[in-house]
């Protein structure tokens, strides 16, 4: 046996040998005879070697041939299609194969697409040889030659319905369950070859955390039809990494429908007090200002636009700037707010400021209770009382009064007197005074205080600040407390 063919034995390829031995020859008469044939032999060994994946996330486009171990996560449907010129008809069967370092999609032609129709079952190990090339979804393979490997282990794993937690890089055929946290318009893009994408997003969460899902083509109006606090389940949707970040794409297999499901998403958000600089965090408070959008031109000649909002809760304040579709968020004075993957950054005056950009959420909760901070989803958290409710809660100085008072106790007391006697009306009529305490939602003409349980209007010549706890008394007429005391 010769040179070439003992490495030709040592290399375990399924190139012919008389394939390999052609470009051995190749590879000497390039050198110009800087190589014997046994050398050239090894480069090309070398370079065959090369082709070799040893996982699934090696496997790169532009690899001439590469051969890998996966197991198969999903069967797509076998299509037919008509081939150029007299060819005839052709079949294509796709197959989404994984390992522990990633997904990717098989392309299996003609005899081997029906051969998977018939034979192959999701959970079965394979050994893929075959071409890496860009797919319509991301990276694919035309396989050459597939074969069933019944004693060989991959460690991966194959769910009927996954979770947020459960979801890894390069998972496919992932149907979830989520509630939705947030949305953004429908954006549209050039591609390489001239025509025009489109692409949305939502962001779902679950028990076990949130995804970003990204929906491409005729699917991205689905965005514009979901509201934040609905439940949906994303259907065959496959997973890929965005800056470090996974998200969830949804292509034109792909389905998102909206379901009758209970799914509670409880952010694990850190205090307002405790951010740092350079942070990028979840925040949970309650809105104390809010400001107008507004618009700016950007340095390429585009509108943007941003809004400012106030959030507070038990350890502090901050404000928060919306940045694009974030501003038109539906947000008032009083409501409940997450904000998700938040920026802190420099603000003004040498506040800290929180920024919400296109990675970030911003929820309005419904029902305080589920925020995280109540005793169910995190009894350590500072200030957790599954009582407290609405804004009351925010005050500087701890626990709110009207928390452990009934709502009579909290608005009416017996008519009060001082030195000059019981508040009378305009016809002379005794008055009962009227005592409350609140957090000022707003300012101006009138006042307004909320409890956590009800809003009262004020009239005070006092100088009051948004957030502020405060507790009137005074006469209450038509509806409004006329304020003798405010401490």
């Known amino acids: 046996m010769g040179a070439i063919e003992d490495v030709y034995e040592d290399l375990e390829t399924d190139v012919e040998f008389e394939e390999f031995a052609a470009a051995v020859e190749d590879k000497v008469e390039q050198m110009g005879g800087l190589a014997d044939e046994e050398t050239a032999a090894m480069l090309i060994a070398h370079e065959l070697r090369d082709e070799e994946a040893d996982t699934i996330a090696d496997i790169e486009p532009g690899m001439n041939e590469v051969k890998f171990l996966g197991k198969v996560t999903a069967i797509g449907d076998v299509r037919t299609f008509e081939r150029d010129g007299d060819d005839g008809e052709g079949r294509v069967c796709n197959v989404d194969v994984a390992d522990a370092s990633g997904s990717v999609r098989v392309a299996l032609w003609d005899e081997m697409a029906a051969a998977a129709d018939e034979q192959l079952e999701v959970g079965q190990v394979l050994r893929v040889m075959g071409r890496p090339k860009e797919g319509y979804s991301g990276l694919e393979v035309s396989a050459d030659k597939v074969e069933p490997d019944d004693d060989a282990e991959v460690d991966v794993q194959v769910l009927d319905t996954y979770r947020v937690e459960d979801l890894s890089l390069g998972a496919s055929d992932v149907d979830l369950v989520g509630q939705v946290l947030d949305t953004d318009s429908v954006r549209t893009f050039d591609r390489d070859d001239g025509s025009e994408g489109r692409v949305a997003n939502l ?8 995804i970003r899902v990204t929906l491409w083509d005729e699917k991205a109006d689905l965005a514009t039809t979901f509201d934040a606090g609905e439940v949906v389940e994303v259907g065959d949707g496959y997973v890929r990494d965005r800056d470090g970040d996974l998200e969830l794409h949804v292509g034109n297999r792909g389905t998102v429908e909206a379901v009758d499901a209970d799914v509670e998403y409880v952010p694990e958000t850190t205090p307002i007090g405790e951010v740092e600089i350079g942070q990028t965090v979840d925040i949970d408070g309650g809105v104390i200002e809010t400001d107008p959008v507004r618009t700016f031109d950007r340095d390429d000649g585009s509108e943007g636009q941003v809004r400012n909002v106030r959030l507070k809760d038990e350890t502090g304040e901050i404000r928060v700037a919306l940045w694009g579709d974030k501003a038109d968020a539906d947000i008032d004075l009083a409501d409940r707010v ?48 599954t009582a407290d409710s609405g804004l009351s809660e925010f005050a500087d100085g701890g626990e709110a009064t009207t928390a452990s008072t009934s709502t009579d106790e909290a608005s009416t007391t017996a008519a009060a007197t001082d030195e000059d006697g019981p508040a009378k009306d305009d016809e002379g009529t005794t008055v009962d005074e009227t005592e409350f305490t609140g957090t000022v939602v707003q300012t101006g003409d009138p006042i307004v205080l909320d409890d956590g349980q009800q809003t009262r209007q004020v009239e005070t010549d006092a100088s009051l600040r948004l957030g502020e706890e405060v507790t009137v008394r005074g006469p209450e007429r038509d509806g409004t407390i006329h304020a003798a005391d405010v401490f």
């Open 338 to 385: 997450v904000v998700t993957d938040a920026e802190i950054g420099d603000g003004w005056q040498d506040d800290l400021e929180a920024s919400a950009n296109w990675r970030s959420t911003v929820t309005v909760l419904e029902d305080a209770d589920t925020r995280a901070g109540t005793s169910e989803t995190n009894p350590d958290a500072a200030g957790a009382n």
């Open 203 to 210: 962001t779902l969460g679950d028990e076990t955390g949130r």
